[in-house]
């Protein structure tokens, strides 16, 4: 073949596979295989300076990651974490109501690890911040407040152990003076402390569901998190 008629042939080639990478994704920017291999856990409206996000669960039985999508202005980013995280799961996420600040915390499959994650930039970057191995696999996180010294409380709740060495049901507080790094030892209260005061804002939506919601599902949750103007 001539090398004109070659060169055609590969522009030509070229605009046909086009389309077809387009097919892939839809108005968020997302690509369809990674919204179907997504299942949200919380979510963040868009606010003034603040990107909307999106804190997710993605890959199998066996092994997954959480995952974050962050809005831009042109559509929807897909954020890798911290591969530390690999194999745990989102059991918290808060904003900050003043900053741009992200807290998230994960649950490593083995069970009681809980690992600390931070974004300084609404969502766009993660770092781990530290650590913490609790009472029990079974403790539950009952709040996670941050005060404008750095100094971070947290308290879980044990409702249930059916370990023979299984710890005292009741509360048990984690306090943390250099903003999640370290942690005290656990204090345990029978009823539920008195929350310290909080500059992080609750998600504005949580998930129960334990699937992937479907295209349209997906479509309506971004475009209730950003809304238009």
């Known amino acids: 073949m001539a090398p004109s008629r070659l060169i055609l042939a590969l522009v030509v080639a070229a605009m046909a596979l086009r389309p077809l990478a387009g ?63 690999h194999n745990s799961k989102w059991v918290y996420a808060g904003r900050e109501v003043a900053g ?28 781990t911040r530290g650590s913490l191995q609790t009472i029990s696999p079974s403790a539950v996180i009952e709040l996670f407040t941050l005060n404008d010294e750095d100094k971070a409380s947290l308290v879980l709740r044990l409702d249930e152990d059916s370990r023979p060495d299984a710890p005292r049901l009741g509360y048990y507080l984690y306090i943390s003076k250099n903003g999640g790094r370290n942690w005290s030892e656990a204090i345990y209260s029978q009823g539920k402390p008195l929350p310290p005061p909080d500059l992080l804002a609750h998600p504005d939506r949580a998930f129960e569901g334990k699937e992937p919601l479907d295209p349209a599902g997906w479509q309506r949750l971004l475009a209730d998190l950003q809304p238009a103007g």
């Open 100 to 127: 741009t600040g992200v807290w998230g915390i994960t649950r490593a499959a083995a069970g009681a690890g809980l690992q600390f994650v931070y974004s300084a930039n609404g969502g766009r970057q993660w770092r």
């Open 23 to 85: 097919a892939a994704q839809d108005d968020s920017g997302l690509p369809a295989e990674t919204l179907a291999q997504s299942t949200p856990v919380y979510a963040f409206q868009s606010q003034r300076n603040k990107p909307a996000l999106v804190l997710t669960q993605s890959g199998n039985a066996q092994e997954y990651d959480p995952r974050v999508f962050v809005a831009s202005g042109d559509g929807w980013r897909l954020i890798q974490l911290p591969d530390a995280l």
